[in-house]
């Protein structure tokens, strides 16, 4: 029977555990968006896990929502991402790049001075952001116009070729926490009139859109999407996530995306909702360990387990999980600074 220490296989990606390392944003990118040194000592030291799926990352300057988030728009960030992608592999690790376009949810500030902040409605998140100067309330944005909505989809495009060309495995759609394809997907930030607003279909659509335009670069079997039915982060507001995910779920289950990453965050039974209405390959996220991680693969379905908390302060996780080792704990104070204290300075454990 399979579980978190067998191989296995998301999509074309072979794994040798199903212990993925969870997407996690640490704000250690230079001020240009460029993936830094310490980032490749970083991920470096996590390459045992099963699949490491890197922090969000902004596919275009209009999609940077965070101070010294990374991006993968240039050369000069393809290269840097490149370095990390080899390192990686040296030491017998796969790569996925998650994909986030912030859209509404950024400070100008934040993104370099010719970038806007765009969404589907001109209607602002509540809430505020993690600026160079401090916290600030979310920038208002600009609705995008129908015309313009193609060319963000290309965007998506773009940089899953921009992500291959770094040596990538895979690419990931970032689709939950209220980023631009959550705008898209909820009736609260989305009141559009044209084909992309009203109906959940029109809804839909963008997320949809954009699976194919990321799937054109390579195959679908290359592209995972991470979503988290009724999470309401980010001032995401829908009545009805069920029926929103039961609809996206039935929406992308033809494409045969190389897996569906779930974070389990809301009261809504998403197992049952896979189960039903996804025939992929899915990980689950949110709060596992050694036993119910196990559990989650051999009686719940889902192909591997992701973990990110764990993974902060113990880089050498598949051993302390395999060998029931005791776990280091994260500094909080650090997780968005920009050195190396707290972050690739977490030691494997010593005994
Ligand atoms: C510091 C930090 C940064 C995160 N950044 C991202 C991110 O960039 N993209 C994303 O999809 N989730 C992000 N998350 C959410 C995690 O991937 C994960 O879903 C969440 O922490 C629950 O998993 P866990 O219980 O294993 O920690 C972040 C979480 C933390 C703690």
Redesign the pocket.
């Known amino acids: 029977m399979s579980n978190l220490f067998s191989s296995g296989q998301l999509g074309r990606i072979k794994v040798n555990n199903r212990i993925i390392m969870?997407?996690?944003?640490?704000s250690r990118a230079d001020a240009a968006g460029n993936p830094t040194p310490m980032m490749l000592d970083y991920y470096r030291q996590r390459a045992s896990a099963g699949l490491i799926i890197a922090?969000?990352t902004y596919p275009s300057e209009n999609g940077k929502g965070y101070c010294r988030t990374p991006g993968i728009v240039n050369q000069q960030q393809i290269d840097a991402w490149g370095e990390i992608t080899a390192a990686v592999r040296a030491e017998g690790g796969k790569m996925v790049l998650?994909i986030?376009h912030c859209g509404r949810c950024s400070h100008a500030d934040n993104k370099s001075t010719t970038a806007e902040t765009v969404a589907p409605s001109a209607i602002g998140a509540e809430g505020e952001v993690f600026t160079e100067a401090g916290m600030k309330p979310f920038s208002a944005p600009r609705a995008l116009h129908s015309d313009e909505i193609p060319q963000v989809i290309e965007e998506y495009r773009q940089a899953t070729h921009n992500a291959y060309a770094a040596g990538f495995d895979g690419v990931e759609l970032?689709a939950?926490?209220g980023y631009l394809p959550a705008q898209f997907m909820s009736p609260g930030s989305n009141q559009r009139s044209d084909h992309y607003g009203g109906s959940l279909e029109n809804r839909l659509r963008f997320v949809v859109e954009t699976l194919q335009a990321m799937a054109s670069v390579d195959g679908a079997d290359r592209v995972g999407i991470?979503i988290c039915p009724g999470f309401p982060f980010n001032d995401v507001k829908d009545p009805d996530p069920k029926e929103t995910f039961e609809g996206l779920l039935s929406a992308i289950d033809p494409m045969q995306l190389a897996y569906l990453h779930l974070?389990r965050a809301s009261p809504l039974d998403v197992y049952a909702m896979v189960q039903e209405f996804f025939s992929g390959p899915f990980i689950i996220?949110?709060?596992?360990n050694r036993i119910s991680g196990d559990k989650a693969i051999a009686e719940r379905g889902a192909a591997a387990v992701?973990?990110?908390?764990?993974y902060?302060a113990n880089p050498d996780l598949v051993k302390r999980l395999h060998d029931d080792l005791p776990m280091a704990e994260p500094d909080q104070a650090t997780?968005y600074t920009n050195t190396t204290d707290g972050y690739s300075e977490y030691t494997n454990y010593s005994g």
């Open positions: 969870a997407p996690m944003t640490r922090e969000g998650q986030m970032h939950t926490s991470r974070m996220n949110g709060g596992y992701s973990f990110a908390t764990l902060i997780l």
